[in-house]
């Protein structure tokens, strides 16, 4: 099936009541989630999760990843009318949104980011439909040594991407590591550091980890506050149009968001917040006033805002068609597939066409459906935050516990939650991020399942294992990915600390 | 203190985690056993736990707080443990109670550590035990516990 032919099948699949609701709840909800401080939407998904088990694979996808670009939406606003990002990738917007509502502009400032958003999430879904089908022929000819490779490429990347130290981030793996071998060996069905429970031996479930160290963590964080109020700006529907002369400042810095934000997106790390930087970097560096930005730049919102939805879309590719999340959204994602028995990677597009197509189709529908919503309904978002957000907490972390209740009907789950809550306060205490924790738990099964299987093929031997030419390759950028960076910064520094001698 | 004494705790999982590996089948390089992965994740644990010892590459905390507090953080830091005591009592509470009272209770809780007036807690704590257990067991079929009652 080509792109054009899947696409319109994939339409015929979207545009069905259960997956248009599906789509509708999603984008609702995540816009939400984005307009509110706290909540992320890693959190969100991760707490709606157990709430998809009951629908078809495509309809869960759909709505999980209807939250995920929601929030890049909803983000903008907060960071727009109260000068606090709703979530990370909008940190950036806040510099010139703020400073554009300071100005009487909050409503142009609005529209710029909704139509960024807008464009730039469909110029992603097209480079999805031709990069993932392109990916996936590769990936037919992929073994277990090139599966071994990619895992952990991916878990090595991912742990150099997430800033901080080096150290930290190993540690995260580690952990993640060894919990993924909780439970039955998939190959000798032994059970393995189970202390007797029968429990333990089905492993530990995915969904009560991330819930807690995203979810409940965040919730605690929240607590720390206590009784908050927010300040917010007032906008007015006729406000919303921004002149003629910002839609001409805005136009070229959405299409350069659109293909930065997409290109970031293909590799490991939190693309979406990265993007950002890189938009709103480009666009100051290229721009013939540079002073304006900081001071309400229509270009540091335009650039940004299209930048991070585009990037959710890069994010897909890898995960729809190698089966490999580069990002703790794109694992809740993979998790949700995996909980349905379904293997993202190369045969899921033509074993699964209606999973794959019917996902991609939706995302067209979600973008147009959050333009509409964004636009008008702002001041109704907005209200949102009006709610006391300890309540809000509260009421978040209760359907965080009946949710990690509901996977099993387990009160394991209901402990894990606690325990890997209260771990993840501790972590963001103590600066240290747990997406790779949450990558090495998804991904570890994975890696040990492959590894296994090439050692026995390769009859032991590791020469024959990453000699192969495509094993080869994917170590080799990976290592030059992992090692360049700082090799580059360890030059520098020595170039620049000769550089006053020699003067 | 702390920054040493967080990778030595890792550190002392590990060891543990590694001596419960090694008691796995290892099998040999062409055919892992059981025992293979996890004795190469734990030596991996243990060798990063101490290269953060000795490079002393700590965990640094961060305080906790908020504007409201001006810069004292026990009252932030009380709202944390109330709510985290009420998260574990929940989970202790919901195999004997049944749902609806835990999480009643668990809202009450949370809300009255965090500051609210006893009557909006309360409210808010029956509402919301009641409405998450229409949506949960009723909607979407949970079997939520539900107590001796």
Redesign the interface.
Known sequence: MGPLEGLVYGFGVALTPANLSACFVGVLVGTIVGVLPGIGPVGAMALLLPSTFALHPATALIMLAGIYYGAMYGGSTTSILVNVPGEAGSVVTLLDGYQMTRRGRAGAALAIAAVGSFVAGTIGVVGIMLAANWLADLAVQFGPPEYFAITFGGILLLSRLTGGSIVHAFVMVAIGLALGTVGMDSISALRRFTFGSVQLSQGIDLVPVIMGVYGVAEVLLLAEEGITKAQIASVRLRELLPTRQEWRESAAPIARGSVVGFLTGLVPGPAAVLSTFISYTLEKKISRTPEKFGQGAVAGVAGPESANNAATAGAMVPLLSLGIPFSPATAILLGALVIHGLQPGPLMISQRPEVFWGFIASMYIGNAMLLVLNLPLVGLFVSVLRLPQHVLATLVMLLCLVGAYSLNNSFLDLWVLAIFGVFGYALRKLSVDPSPLVVALVLGPMMEKTLRQALFLTRGSVTELIARPLTASILIVTLAAFLGPPLVAFMRRRRNGRSPVAA | MLPRL??AA?LAV?GV?LF??LK??LG???????????VI??V??CV??L??LV?G?G????A???D??DGDPM???R??A???AA??G??VV??WTG?PVA?AA??IV??LG???RPWAAVT?GIL??LG?HAL?AGL?????PRGPW
Do not use: E, H
């Open positions: 967080v990778p890792v590990a985690y419960q590996a796995l089948p040999s390089a062409a055919r892992p056993g059981a025992g293979f992965y996890p994740v734990a991996f644990a990063i736990c290269v953060g490079r590459v965990f640094s905390p961060q906790a707080g908020s409201a507090d009252p932030a830091l709202r944390v109330i709510t985290t998260l574990a929940f989970c919901m195999p749902y999480a668990f809202v949370t809300l965090l500051g609210s808010i919301g035990a998450s949960f979407l079929d949970v079997p939520l």
